[in-house]
């Protein structure tokens, strides 16, 4: 498949993607998100703003069998998308949707997923700096799908006992709890993700699960780096090969 002068061909574990040079570029958010999700019967899932794909495309390698429908609503990043799940041979396990996630309800039936998945933007329009790249800009703030909205629309296509799984910044975990609490998705597995030891979180995974009782576990944190900016043990073992 051909490699386009706009872009780079990248590996991480046993995948390869093409990126945009100056456009959307996956980060480590994205892997830490795809070794959190975790379950005995994960047979139909979706996922809420694909970009280049890579979270679905790690996943269905590691789960076999399992159906993913990713959606991406920019039209070059779901082009871009189709061409990796293509390159790493996985059209059969993978389908990307260019929509808006606001449309998923006139498409699909209230309760078809056994889990839902979302790194999606963290920062409301009016806070931060926008990335004059629009794919940048788009994944990292609330410009085409706001938070709520995300979480409304997880909820519905979840069946009962559903997971979603999301990962997020700690500085909106509150408001965050509140509206998966709201939508009937209980938060039921929490790690928060720092940098070093002594350092504020950076990040948080979270599993909920929809229509569960009110209980939550809190994992052991992750650090990111050990000293002189050294991946620490485990984010190596992450990174390794699958």
Known sequence: ????????????KDIKLFQAKNGYRFSIDAVLLEHFISAKRLEKGLELGTGSGVISILLAKRLKGTK????????NLAARAARNVNLNNLDESIEILEKNILDLKKIYPANKFDFVFSNPPFRKTKTGRLSVYEERAVARHEIEITLPDL????????????KFFLIYHPFRLAELTSLLQKARLEPKRMRFVHSKTGEEAKMVLIEAVKG?????KIIPPLYLYEKDHEYSSEVKEILSMS
């Open 1 to 12: 498949m051909k490699q386009e002068t706009d872009e780079t061909l990248d590996s991480i």
């Open 68 to 75: 993913i429908i990713a959606v991406e609503i920019q039209k």
């Open 151 to 162: 979480i409304k629309t997880a909820s519905y296509l979840l069946k009962h006992s559903g």
């Open 212 to 216: 569960s009782g009110t209980w939550l």
